[in-house]
């Protein structure tokens, strides 16, 4: 008979502590798109620089200038490796600023182009960039229009960064707002979601998933006036990039009061990406897509939203993957393919991949 | 991914659901071993969905969660010395040490990386030469015999800068703690079907005679832990008290016989420290007398860290299935992810952190209000 573990095991120990202080500095999370994103802007940007436009917190800033209406956004881009399937750091950048103003229902015209390189990178990398850069604004009807080049000591960089930024008009009676998701609005998403994020995994950690996943990079401006010719009123876009779906979902949730609540079985997710994320420990809800939008809509123009969808090489696959609900104001909640349910919340930082 | 969806099928389950109604006349309390399991239960609903008289107690078996606080520290303070490139799986990053976590020192300049594998962390010893590269060798039988093939390798390779900051711990001494603690209401197991991937099940006839306790190999899907579920239940209705392994296509009895070797010959068995539990003899794994040079306690000279832990948390209570999650009163208040008390809160695998995520409101029932997923695509 062994010895008896009541002896050395002392409930009244049974605690397991440690508060976890607030970062004082910055942390990877902080560039996931999450919460700690949120905070960063709560905390940070936001009191610096005190305006309501910014306040909005929206993909791109909407602005009435000279009798016009602009939208007007920028982003960075410091994808690793700088060449996936799918794409390269070039056509993400450009096709990256000209969805954040397609989201707010504009149409992109012009972009900007500003490259921080580090020293020793090869100029024929460099080239293949600005010419994906080139070939991308082609096709997304937009003209780079003005940029600036900066180098880095080496060991100061990786590679190559760059920062895009864009402006492009909103066509009258258009307004595309996170706070205007109302209950009975039917949630689209316009494709498979996850591709691009498991497509960046797969080469930077050299894992391979059965099948080659190819990134969605894709410019979206040209669906997005599509779904507005047949319903000008639609309510909220939004592209799930960084925390995914679940991410945008969230912030539409709590930027409207409204509640979002997700079929599981109705959510496209692809084999591959199933697959890797089962192998991974992530949620097919958090990974980044970069080619993707999901849209609130109106119940009366779902239908003609979707077929118009349907008919776009970028929305084919579109499907309605839930609603806008009264209940759980501010929460995603997901009906499981079992019958059960549960709350989909806005990622902390990044997924981290899980041990076993 | 049809073969998981097989294991997804709504259909099976409510079949099996029926069963379990049907079968179980009285309570009967039953603990998922394992993490994963938990994360599985609460993502799908499957608790929500059993009868009244079944209810799950979650275990331990998050490998994140126990590994105690004095390793934590001990992992900080090798992270942040400027020669160590030091490697982890990509939960424990977020776990706190007694006042920070790897994501701080990586924040602070340590040279952090997350790896999928600790052969990756050995191949990042080839490359960088000039650097010590340390894998951070956490877990339970499942992720053991990998590690052990690391170090393994690094010696025959005479690689003299990449070590192990071993934590390992083992399931059957765990469960002998929870079924001799006084409080356990615990009258069968799932038990971990990776874990008996590895050790195959003789370890357990033993425990399930003693303690009178069926436990039943589970997996990970759906339907899995609904078929080990509707196993104990029928065990429990019988007064029997057995090893039956319900993940087959997994789990042979002998488990995996070249990695238990490869375990035998790199770890010896050794006393634990679980965090929030406590000391468990025997209930893990350190480097045996041959690999101890790849010790990075000894390597580091940190094997003299201690660390007090204050009791605020009850995540002991929550990892020996005292309690629930949602019975500590900091729970969603003082401790979310963002702030977490304790480890439980923290992991992917976490009870805690489960309950946090997909439980914190009271969602409505949703059987048969559920929209068909083509009723919501008109233009199907």
């Known amino acids: 008979m062994p010895e008896p573990l009541t002896d050395v095991v002392d409930p009244a120990a049974w605690t397991c502590p440690a508060p976890l202080r607030d970062q004082p500095v910055v942390v990877m999370g902080h560039g996931g798109g999450g919460a700690l994103s949120a905070e960063l802007m709560e905390h940070v940007f936001t009191p610096a620089y005190g305006n309501s436009t910014l306040a909005a917190l929206t993909d791109s800033a909407v602005l009435e200038l000279g009798g016009a209406r602009l939208a007007f956004s920028t982003d960075s881009y410091v994808v690793r490796p700088l060449f996936f399937p799918g794409g390269c750091l070039g056509d993400l950048a450009v096709n990256g600023t000209v969805n954040d103003l397609a989201m707010s229902g504009a149409r992109p015209a012009f972009l900007s182009a500003a490259f921080v390189l580090e020293e020793g990178v090869e100029l024929a990398v460099v080239e293949r960039i600005a010419r994906a850069m080139g070939a991308a604004s082609e096709a997304a009807g937009v003209t780079i229009a003005t940029g600036d080049t900066k180098v880095v000591e080496s060991g100061h960089g990786d590679g190559v960064y760059v920062t895009t930024a864009g402006v492009g008009l909103v066509p009258a009676g258009v307004d595309i707002r996170p706070q205007r998701a109302r209950p009975g609005d039917v949630v689209i998403v316009s494709g498979p979601i996850g591709l691009h994020g498991v497509a960046i995994m797969s080469v930077r950690e050299g894992l391979e998933f059965g099948v080659e996943v190819t990134s969605d990079s894709a410019p979206l401006a040209d669906l997005v006036a599509a779904m507005l010719a047949v319903a000008p009123d639609v309510h909220v876009l939004r592209d799930p990039t960084r925390g995914g779906l679940a991410a945008s979902l969230n912030e539409i949730a709590r930027a409207s009061g409204t509640g979002v609540r997700l079929s599981e079985r109705a959510v496209p997710v692809p084999d591959a990406v199933a697959n890797a994320c089962g192998f991974l420990g992530l949620d097919p809800l958090y990974v980044a897509n970069e080619g993707r939008l999901v849209a609130f809509v109106p119940p009366s123009a779902a239908e003609e939203v979707l077929a118009a969808m349907r008919a776009h090489p970028h929305g084919a696959e579109a499907v309605v993957i839930g609603e806008c609900v009264a209940e759980h104001p501010g929460m995603v909640v997901v009906a499981t393919g079992l019958g059960g349910t549960r709350v989909v919340d806005l990622p902390l930082g990044e997924q981290l991949p899980r041990i076993c | ?380």
């Open chain 2, 1 to 380: 991914m049809k073969y998981i969806d097989e294991f997804n099928d709504p259909e099976l389950a409510r079949r099996l659901l029926d069963e379990i109604r049907t079968t179980a006349t009285r309570p009967w309390a039953l603990m998922e071993v394992c993490g994963g399991q938990t994360h599985s239960i609460i993502r799908h609903g499957i608790d929500q969905l059993l009868p009244e008289q079944v209810e799950l107690i979650h275990g331990p078996g998050c490998p994140v969660c126990v590994t105690p606080l004095d390793v934590i520290d001990k992992a900080l303070e090798i992270a942040a010395r400027p020669e160590v490139i030091f490697c982890s799986f990509g939960d424990m990053l977020r776990v706190p040490g007694t006042d920070r976590d790897l994501f701080r020192v990586k924040g602070e300049g340590g040279d952090v990386r997350v790896v999928y594998s600790p052969l990756d962390a050995l191949e990042l010893a080839r490359r960088n030469p000039d650097r010590q590269v340390v894998f951070f060798a956490i877990g339970f039988e499942t992720t053991a015999p990998a590690n052990a093939m690391a170090v393994h390798r690094a010696r025959r390779e005479g690689l003299g800068n990449f070590s192990l900051l071993v934590s390992h711990v083992r399931v059957p001494p765990a469960i002998e703690a929870i079924m001799t603690a006084p409080a356990c209401r615990v009258q069968g197991f799932l038990a971990a079907g990776h874990v008996c991937s590895v050790m195959g099940t003789a370890e357990y006839p033993g425990l399930a005679d003693r303690f009178g306790v069926p436990i039943v190999v589970t997996g990970f899907e759906p339907l899995d832990i609904l078929e080990g579920i509707r196993r104990t239940v029928r065990q429990l209705e019988l007064g029997e008290h057995r090893v039956e392994n319900a993940y087959p296509r997994a789990v042979r009895d002998d488990g995996n016989p070249a990695a238990v070797r490869m375990i035998e010959e790199v770890f010896e068995v050794t006393d634990r420290n679980w965090r929030g539990i406590g000391p468990i003899p025997a209930s893990g794994w350190r480097l045996s007398e041959a690999f101890r040079a790849y010790d990075a306690e000894h390597r580091f000279d940190v094997a003299g860290i201690r660390t007090e832990e204050p009791a605020e948390c009850r995540s002991g209570e929550v990892l020996q299935g005292l309690i629930k999650p949602t019975e500590c009163a900091a729970f969603g208040t003082t401790c979310t992810p963002r702030t977490p008390l304790g480890a439980t809160m923290v992991s992917s695998e976490g009870a805690c952190a489960a309950y946090y995520l997909y439980r914190r409101m009271n969602a409505p029932a949703t059987q048969g209000a559920r929209p068909a997923a083509e009723e919501m695509n008109p233009v199907a």
